[in-house]
């Protein structure tokens, strides 16, 4: 077992502050989503994502992320997954069940048996390919202010350059002046708001066989292939290449995963993963340590307890466009880590490959992959 004493200590300064706020171009649009259309209830998604960073941050020392599930997240806000009977309980029951996959997973083994077989080459592709995913999603958020995003994006670019300069502190901060200017009357909400104290409530006991059922079959099954690849063997990837210092193991991020989401699910929670882009993304604005994740973890936590009801007016102070910012460069930072080393063909084309199919589906991707790589290893295809 991994010696955690001797880890380097976490920091607290103005880098892990700004590297804090990289992975907001994920969280907010998901979490956004589940309260405007699941109305689901900010103050325990936001207490159960804040203990989350806290935890991890404290534990692996790294800027490990703790992100939505965007497959998830994506089938129970659309309208058309609505109308088939999704309902908020059936997200905390897909939180739950997610939660007990991945304990089994952990605590059998089958996850880093399973991740043995992995390539590296349809690893690497996998990365890229989710690097590529993040910086189109970045460019699509950007299309709303083309302009305004096109300015933005030059300035931080200018800014990261400068590692003095904290160019998300910057970013933010030029994002809620647009945003006050776009919308006047979002001043007077701003100081109409007053903290309110929250304890999440316990929904276990709420939960049917149904929510259950459904929870598992519509949102936990399909989401898994997706968590296995970016938010399992990618994140592990990342982290040991990026902090050899403080490696983390498959059965620990397994374990981490299972629990997470059995806590999410017992304070009505969504399903939450360990996405690779959201350490990318740490990182690019100047994360170094797991203090970035428990600085972001306390915000949340504090504003799922203390501000539960004036979130949705709160997240409108980050227009789309800067989201689309971070995003971007979150995507850009996580394909540069993809390098392929390799001089074999057959290798190359794996990457690339799965690459292009991570961009549509992880899943495919690396099963695509295992099965090129071996295939080739056996002379049984030519490249």
């Not at 965007?70 to 309902?87: D, E, H, N, Y």
């Not at 799922?304 to 971070?326: A, C, H, K, N, W």
Request: net charge positive.
């Amino acid at each position: 077992m991994t010696n955690v004493v001797s880890r380097p200590a976490n920091k607290f300064d103005l880098s892990e502050w700004a590297g804090a706020f990289g992975d907001l171009g994920t969280l907010i649009p998901f979490v956004a989503a589940y309260i405007a259309i699941l109305k689901m209830n900010p103050n325990g998604m936001l207490v159960a994502f804040g203990v989350a960073l806290i935890a991890v941050g404290f534990i692996y020392r790294t800027p490990f992320p703790v992100q939505p599930m965007k497959a998830i997240g994506a089938s129970a806000v659309s309208q058309a997954s609505i109308a088939a009977g999704l309902t908020a309980s059936v997200v905390v029951g897909a939180s739950l069940m997610t939660g007990a996959i991945w304990l089994l997973l952990a605590f059998t083994g089958l996850a880093k048996k399973i991740s043995a077989y992995v390539p590296k080459s349809a690893l690497l592709g996998v990365v890229m390919g989710l690097g590529f995913s993040f910086m189109g999603e970045g460019i699509r958020l950007m299309g709303s202010s083309p302009i305004i995003a096109g300015v933005l994006l030059m300035l931080t670019l200018a800014l990261l350059n400068r590692p003095k300069v904290p160019a998300m502190l910057i970013l933010l901060a030029i994002g809620f002046g647009i945003a006050l200017f776009e919308k006047p009357e979002l001043s007077s909400q701003l100081h109409a708001i007053k903290p309110e104290f929250v304890i999440p409530s316990f929904e276990w006991q709420s939960l049917t066989l149904n929510d259950l059922w459904l929870g598992l079959i519509l949102l936990a099954l399909p989401q898994l292939p997706l968590t296995f690849g970016n938010a399992f063997i990618s994140i592990t990837e990342e982290n040991n290449r990026l902090f050899p210092d403080r490696p983390v193991k498959e059965q620990t991020i397994a374990l981490s995963t299972g629990l997470m989401n059995l806590w999410s699910s017992l304070i009505g929670g969504i399903p939450m993963c360990h996405g690779a882009g959201g350490m990318a993304g740490h990182i690019q604005f100047g994360a170094r340590t797991g203090g970035s994740s428990i600085i972001l973890g306390g915000i949340l936590l504090a504003g799922g307890v203390l501000l539960p009801s004036s979130i949705s007016t709160i997240f409108q102070l980050f227009p789309t466009s800067v989201l689309g910012v971070i995003l971007f460069f979150a995507g850009l930072q996580l394909a540069l880590g993809s390098r392929d080393t390799s001089s074999e063909k057959a290798d190359r084309f794996i990457v690339l490959a799965t690459a292009g199919l991570a961009v549509w589906n992880v899943g495919i991707a690396v099963l695509f992959g295992i099965t090129v790589h071996y295939l080739a290893k056996r002379d049984l295809l030519k490249l």
